[in-house]
């Protein structure tokens, strides 16, 4: 049975073969010019799906448009609940389904509750704004390759809806799962674009009203931008990322090596979702995607692996307006006045009538009255604030990600992403099997130039600015128009030239921190403060992530199982740097006893030994790890250190624990309080009191959370009750060390660490969960003799019959 199986799918990989013909050495630096004749719009689209162990689909197609159609098939089939919710939010219908005051899932917007985030994205469509992205011709718009992915995935997905029946208990007979359009599908890319923009301000763009009287405070500029420093530093932590490369000079062989380890969130619509795209002799790629898009995110091909860390650079800014005294809906430009646009938007509301709101949009973009409940920007008869995102433009990150996966090494990568300026809010980092590396901070910003800051920014943005990159400048100057540089695709963004990038370095790693140091030895300075800080104190993720890089590189003959032991290292730098001095005080504390934040004596002389003991991981089996954790969480940031941080040491400062700080014993106190309260012993092994519940079965996670600085970051949920840390939000998420050994086929492991489906009826819902609950990795199938020796092998010719 199973040779006449393989017999099968090498007939169809031949004839998809023939009928496309190979693909020049060149076609990474050009566009595809078959692109124009794929199918036409009326269908007969098809694909072949291969799965392999753990549901991982190997998608065979003839063209873009049927590459799409087997991608939307194959997400759907695994992941239909999530992504139909998706799509219930760029279409602004969520408070017709769920009710207007529910609150979202965060993943596409920052929107508290349904209304409002409807409001945002009904908007959206209302002003065709996605289809005059789509109409756009490339660079600045989509390419024709890119509709005809996006085309194939949405008529894909809803084939998948009609030949097949739901049992996802989450949207199982709900009437919100609908057929989408190639409009859904890119609306949905538009979110993730202005993610980071617009998107992260929803509530205050949908609540901007004029003001009804004359009272209004202005923000107090040191409050805003200490306010501004807190959120945008927030990001990182919320969704962070570890990813390096290493180069040819540090390898066993010559040849380059990448491990990316994204810290995303494991429930929700921003989920990756694994698989492999080839269209013979055109496109093969293998990797991971956000759900709802059609390409490949993070991945590799025979030739170049790449990965992304989520950016510093600010990718928004605000324009400060002087308002007409007689008309807050009027502002002025070099005197001039400027009427605001005013938007009406209707949103139906679940068992009521439909709610109509307004929104004011200027020529900056949209009147916002805050960042956030920590940095309101009031309204008043004087001021008002619009948002500029230049992402709000931006529908070109499929067109990078096609780049990337027909690259044929770091070079083209960097090609990409200067050819199509799409990525919106992440760095890459690449690797290739020539031994080159890649940083680069290659994402789509406001052309905020110091020189402009300095000119044009209001007393507001005079704090802000320097705080956090946050630019307010002044609106009623023509003269402060964010300009345009030669080698951008569109006004008001930065050109290539201007973008933090290394080539080339022993390493390149980055774990959120700005570009300074994606190279300890190399450091990169000279950029603009709205790309980062330099000489600034990095997290502790980043300085033991640069610790570990550093010593892999001093050694060299490196391979990729020595990026699978990083992975799962566990190491805690900031128990190699406190846990000693910890124990030490604690022995030394009168009668062994601290006094917790409630003024109640607590016995702490058993966390003592325990600290002293500890062997500074976050092992599932390190005794320890979770007193050290809840300890540490309650220590303040600001009393950790006695050695304060030195631009001439980073990686090395600040250090030495302030352990006469008189936080330390309360903080002690009071995490061995809650331990003994919660009845968990202090020396328990990590895993039985950090872990997820799938399929009624506990499964340990190993990691740990920011502050900590473990490489492998898992942000938990704490509930005692409930016996630890019982869930995780975001973390570890798509895996993978990639290599080569000078044979065709990559040397790839990865991991999907919450698995494939969402769906807990479907066997892939937690079997790569249980492998990285173990420490274990799935070895990549990417050539096609290993695809066809699969012993899980299971093929399905998909088809749009109607």
Not at 662 to 674: H, K, N, R, S
Request: hydrophobic residues 40%.
């Amino acid at each position: 049975m199973r040779t006449r199986l393989r017999r099968i799918v090498v007939a169809a990989v031949a004839l998809l073969t023939a009928a496309t013909g190979t693909l020049p050495a060149t076609a990474a630096d050009r566009p595809d010019d078959r692109d124009r004749k794929e199918h036409p719009s009326a269908g007969g689209l098809s694909a072949v799906i291969r799965y392999t162990e753990y549901g991982i689909p190997h998608i065979l197609a003839r063209d873009y448009a049927d590459l799409g159609f087997g991608t939307g098939w194959a997400q759907a089939a695994d992941q239909v609940c999530t992504v139909a919710d998706g799509f219930v939010t760029v279409r602004g219908e969520r408070s017709r389904f769920f009710g207007p005051d529910a609150a979202t899932d965060f993943s596409l917007s920052s929107a508290a509750k349904n209304l409002s985030s409807d409001l945002y994205f009904r908007g959206v469509r209302d002003t065709g704004t996605v289809e005059r992205l789509l109409a756009r011709p490339a660079p600045a718009g989509p390419s024709r390759t890119a509709k005809e992915l996006m085309r194939g995935y949405a008529a894909g997905y809803n084939a998948w809806l009609r030949q097949n029946r739901i049992t996802d208990p989450t949207c199982k007979g709900a009437a919100w799962v609908r057929p989408i359009t190639t409009l859904d599908v890119a609306a949905r890319g538009y979110a993730l674009a202005v993610l980071g923009g617009q998107g992260r301000a929803v509530d205050g763009i949908t609540a901007a009203q004029p003001p009804t009287t004359s009272s209004g405070t202005a923000p107090d500029p040191t409050r805003t931008a200490r306010a501004a420093a807190e959120l945008f530093a927030a990001d990182s932590a919320d969704m962070g990322s570890n990813a390096v490369a290493i180069g040819g000079s540090t390898t066993a062989n010559g040849r380059g090596l990448l491990l990316g380890n994204p810290h995303y969130p494991w429930q929700g619509g921003r989920r990756f979702w694994q698989s492999q795209q080839t269209i013979p002799g055109r496109l093969d790629v293998s990797g991971a995607s956000l759900l709802g898009t059609p390409t490949v995110s993070i991945g590799h091909n025979a030739h170049v692996a790449w990965s992304h860390t989520v950016a510093t650079g600010v990718t928004l800014n605000l324009h400060q307006l002087t308002l007409d005294p007689a008309d807050p809906t009027v502002y002025l430009v070099d005197g001039a006045p400027e009427r605001m646009t005013k938007r009406s938007v209707t949103v139906a509301v679940q068992g009521g009538t439909p709610v109509t709101r307004t929104q004011w949009w200027t020529r900056y973009g949209p009147v916002v009255t805050g960042l956030g409940s920590s940095l309101p920007l009031p309204w008043t008869t004087t001021t008002a604030y619009a948002l500029n995102d230049p992402n709000s433009t931006n529908l070109r990150a499929s067109d990078t990600a096609l780049g990337f996966g027909k690259a044929r090494s770091a070079a083209d990568v960097l090609g990409s992403l200067r050819r199509t300026q799409g990525l919106p809010w992440v760095n890459t980092i690449a690797a290739d099997s020539g031994g080159h590396t890649l940083f680069t901070q290659s994402q789509v910003l406001p052309r905020i130039t110091d020189e402009l800051a300095q000119r044009c920014s209001t007393p507001l943005g005079r704090a802000t600015y320097p705080a956090s990159g946050v630019a307010v400048l002044d609106g009623s100057r023509g003269d402060c128009a964010l300009g345009r540089d030669v080698d951008a695709v569109e006004p008001g963004i930065f050109g290539p030239a201007a973008l933090p990038t290394l080539r080339d370095a022993p390493y390149a790693e980055n774990s959120n921190d700005s570009a300074w140091l994606a190279n300890a030895d190399r450091p990169l300075t000279g950029y603009e403060r709205v790309f980062g800080t330099v000489g600034t104190a990095r997290s502790l993720r980043t300085r033991g992530a640069l610790e570990d890089v550093a010593a892999l590189a001093d050694r060299g003959g490196l391979t990729v199982r020595d990026l699978q032991r990083q992975q799962y290292a566990n190491r805690v730098p900031a128990a190699d740097l406190a846990a000693a001095d910890a124990a030490k005080a604690c022995a030394a504390l009168p009668g062994g006893t601290a006094t917790g934040s409630g003024g109640q004596a607590v016995d702490v002389s058993g966390a003592c030994r325990v600290l002293a003991a500890w062997d500074h991981k976050a092992d599932t089996g390190s005794r320890g790890a979770l007193l050290f954790d809840r300890f540490w969480r309650r220590f303040p940031t600001a009393q950790q250190w006695k050695v304060p941080f030195s631009a001439a040491d980073p990686v090395g400062t600040p250090r030495t624990l302030g352990t006469d700080a008189p936080a330390f014993g309360t903080a002690l106190a009071d995490a061995v309080a809650e331990l003994r309260a919660a009845n968990i012993p202090l020396d328990s092994p990590l895993g039985e009191h950090q872990f997820v519940v799938r399929g009624g079965k506990r499964l340990p996670v190993p990691g740990g959370t920011e502050s900590l600085g473990v490489w492998n970051k898992v942000e938990p949920v704490w509930n005692p009750a409930g016996g630890g840390y019982t869930e995780v939000t975001t973390g570890s998420s798509y895996l993978q060390a990639v290599g080569w050994d000078g044979g065709r086929c990559p040397v790839a492991r990865t991991l999907l660490t919450y698995s494939q489906s969402s769906n807990p009826d479907s066997r892939h819902h937690d079997d790569q969960t249980r492998l990285f609950s173990a420490e274990k990795w799935v070895t990549s199938r990417f050539c096609e003799k290993d695809i066809l020796s699969s012993p899980a092998l299971r093929v399905v010719r998909v088809g749009d019959h109607r």
